[in-house]
């Protein structure tokens, strides 16, 4: 019993190292946010006005945003799979907005714009929602 637990783990642990490593050749001369250029821009231009900024973090995570403004995205990218959080601030109450997208390797353009219709159309609803608790919470 011990050993199977004990090569279960190492399997899982050989696919998360070649999974990463496989990161690595996705971003083999060309940044994380190059690779999701559709959706860094669609998103600018839906939180920005296309006025934002990325900010490099790591070789796999950056920020996309506007100094002075009250939200932030942050785009994470690991073993394949793409993690946008964006975090909108209403009267100094923060909503947060998370989704994973898996496979995310090999995107199409077409794909992309999906991927950001989806998450500009989510944060709509959730802005305005949040607005709405803010403000009825606040009377």
């Known amino acids: 019993m011990i050993w199977f637990v004990v090569i279960l783990g190492a399997f899982i642990l050989m696919r998360f190292f070649l999974a990463l490593s496989k990161d690595n050749d996705d ?9 999701f250029a559709v959706i860094v821009h669609m998103l600018n231009e839906a939180a920005y006005d ?3 900024m990325v900010r490099t ?19 994470q990218y690991s073993t394949g799979h793409l993690t946008i959080i964006w975090k909108y601030k209403y ?38 929602n949040h607005k709405h608790r803010v403000l009825t919470e606040g009377m």
Do not use: A, C, P, W
């Open 50 to 52: 296309g006025r934002g």
């Open 27 to 35: 971003l083999q001369g060309q940044s994380v946010h190059k690779k």
């Open 57 to 75: 973090l790591t070789k796999r995570e950056f920020n996309l945003y506007e100094e002075g403004e009250n939200q932030i995205i942050k785009f």
């Open 91 to 128: 009267f100094q109450q923060e909503v947060v907005h998370q989704k994973q997208f898996d496979n995310v390797r090999n995107l199409s353009i077409f794909q992309q714009q999906r991927i950001g219709d989806l998450m500009v159309s989510e944060m709509e609803m959730i802005v305005l």
